[in-house]
């Protein structure tokens, strides 16, 4: 596990949790399953999960992860701001792993602020995109700055996505997140709608799509999508125009 050195002192109780299950497991695989299920419990249509590589035990560690993590996450946006807890704990476990499958550092947090501060102002119901999204912490920054946009979200890393669209429900962000290779972007392999229903009930969820179902993938294999506009129920409809080239959304 990280060393509660490694790990900012809000997080410390987590890592302590977290720790109960790396004892026996590897780090990056514990936090790659636990993500799963958080996920699946945040899922619009839930699916069953393959714990099997775990005890009893250990599996009603999970739950106890992601209620310490809910409260730690209450408290650091408590006075109006953002929070990529996430993302600082899979650095930590990145450091802290010999064999760890993650490896990836992120820009930091009073980076992404400037960075999202020194842009233009987004117009609401613009689409914003990040192609190697990392923790979503540059979305989560602009969002703050530019509400009212819907986000894109694509990273080679499965985790990383997982993360972003975490990131992206708990701070009330509307859009999508896939794990694809932007460069090429034939290899399409899970993707998800974020908060689709915050507008017309108010409950934060995250729905898996196909990529027939993806506005981002669809985007740039037909017509792409520039802006969105709110129906009745409060869900954002992408409007289409005229096919344009990749540079059409903004990063």
Not at 126 to 133: G, L, R
Request: a negative charge.
């Amino acid at each position: 596990m990280p060393k509660s050195c490694d790990v900012s002192p809000e997080l410390r109780d987590f890592n302590s949790v977290f720790s109960r299950l790396t004892r026996v497991h590897d780090e990056s695989t514990v936090f790659q399953d636990w993500l799963i299920c958080m996920t699946n419990f945040f899922s619009a249509l839930p699916k069953d999960i393959n714990l099997s590589r775990y005890t009893l035990e250990e599996r009603l560690v999970f739950p106890e992860l992601m209620h310490s993590y809910l409260l730690i996450f209450q408290r650091q946006v408590a006075d109006g701001g953002w929070y990529d807890g996430l993302g600082d704990f899979y650095m930590a476990v990145s450091s802290s792993s010999k064999h760890s499958a993650m490896g990836q550092f992120f820009t930091p947090v009073d980076i992404c602020t400037m960075m999202a501060g020194l842009t233009e102002k987004t117009k609401a119901g613009s689409f914003v995109n990040d192609p190697a999204c990392g923790s979503g912490r540059c979305l989560i920054a602009h969002h703050m700055q530019n509400a009212g946009c819907f986000y894109f979200g694509e990273d080679l890393d499965s985790i990383c996505c997982r993360m972003t669209a975490l990131n992206m429900m708990l701070h009330g962000i509307r859009g999508e997140v896939i794990n694809i290779n932007s460069l090429s972007r034939d290899d399409y392999r899970i993707g998800w709608r974020i908060n689709p229903f915050l507008g017309s009930c108010g409950i934060p969820c995250i729905q898996e799509i196909s990529a027939s179902q993806s506005y981002s993938f669809s985007g740039y294999v037909s017509p792409v999508f520039r802006s969105a506009e709110v129906n009745s129920e409060g869900t954002y409809v992408p409007q289409k125009v005229t096919t344009v080239g990749q540079g059409s959304f903004t990063f």
